[in-house]
């Protein structure tokens, strides 16, 4: 039982915690709409997976001086916005061991949708940590390039309709009226939810490990969500985001413990990839639907969850998975 003053001060500590992580990430978030003269896009499958492809390989043909169709070994990967923002070669971070690299974020999610009548493609590209800000203009050329270049094995093309920028709320988009201009990156600034609960909408297969074994949903609680987004967040910040000390989690992931998952309606979502470098389909399935969060510290962890919904969590984020909805 969490007394009357333990609340309070936990209260005061959230705000606290929360904005001196969220303000040394700063990010700048794009949505970019394709129109196509052709019947429709026809994506079939995870189109994700298929404009995740599309986009690493116009973006290592924009970025690489060897001419290569894989990213070699560099003895300079330092500028070059495919080895930062796709391989992550050159890596953020200073010597990190083997394990370490493995799991490192990329500075980068990128996700993908058609409109209902398959004609309009949007394309988002959420850009973590100043470095990664300043590449944006590739990552734009890029996703221009894939597009024009054409999609799915009928390569269907289209041409670029508009720019729209994620304004410092998380919830605003807004045009940008010169598609060439660099957006300045930006910390969210988020409030404070006083909401009794949250309801969680899983946009995207969700992948969670515990254990070294995929969590299925009937496995799935409030504590494995919460804590698998404070570890994706608070890499990103140690990565990609500004010098200064991490807050202390540990009292967070206690209350988290305490969190319950409620009116759930979750299954197993199936979804394949093809893999060009492993050169078969490699199963992206998981988590789909919606659960409530619920519990006496629920409202605490708003800021964390309304980042969260930019960041993603869980495994394959930079192919779209992980994305949800909170309100």
């Known amino acids: ?179 060439g201009d660099k957006q300045p990156s930006q910390a969210l600034l988020l409030l404070h939810s006083e909401s009794p609960t949250l309801r969680i909408r899983l946009r995207s297969p969700l992948r969670l490990y515990s254990l070294k074994r995929i969590v299925l949903p009937e496995e799935l609680t409030a504590d494995l969500f919460i804590r698998a987004l404070m570890r994706r967040v608070s890499m990103l910040v140690r990565l990609h985001g500004s010098p200064g000390p991490m807050p202390a989690f540990h009292p967070w992931t206690q209350r988290a413990a305490n969190l319950r998952l409620v009116e759930q309606q979750l299954e197993w979502g199936k979804k394949e990839r093809f893999s060009r470098r492993q050169e078969s389909r490699v199963s992206i399935s998981g988590i789909v639907g919606e659960f409530t969060l619920a519990g006496e510290d629920v409202s605490n962890f708003w800021p964390l969850l309304k980042l969260g919904e930019i960041t993603h969590v869980g495994k394959g984020t930079i192919h779209g998975l992980g994305q949800f909805d909170v309100d």
């Open 1 to 179: 039982m969490v007394s009357t003053t333990d609340t309070a001060t936990t209260s005061i500590g959230a705000d606290v915690v929360w904005r001196r992580l969220i303000e040394r990430l700063p990010l700048v978030c794009l949505r970019l709409t394709f129109t196509t003269a052709s019947p429709s896009w026809y994506l079939p499958g995870y189109i994700g997976g298929i404009v995740r492809g599309a986009f690493g390989a116009a973006l290592l043909a924009r970025a690489c001086q060897t001419n290569q169709h894989r990213c070699p070994p560099c003895e300079s990967p330092t500028g070059c916005a495919y080895a930062k923002l796709f391989a992550m070669s050159g890596s953020f971070s200073d010597n990190p061991t083997q394990s370490e690299e493995k799991d490192q974020p990329h500075p980068l999610v990128l996700n993908a949708k058609v409109s209902d009548d398959d004609r309009t493609l949007t394309i988002r590209l959420n850009l973590f940590g100043e470095e990664a800000c300043h590449l944006q203009n590739a990552a734009v050329a890029a996703a221009i390039d894939c597009a024009k270049v054409g999609l799915g094995h009928l390569l269907v093309s289209g041409e670029l309709a508009s720019i729209e920028v994620l304004d410092a709320t998380g919830v605003r988009w807004q045009r940008v009226p010169d598609k």
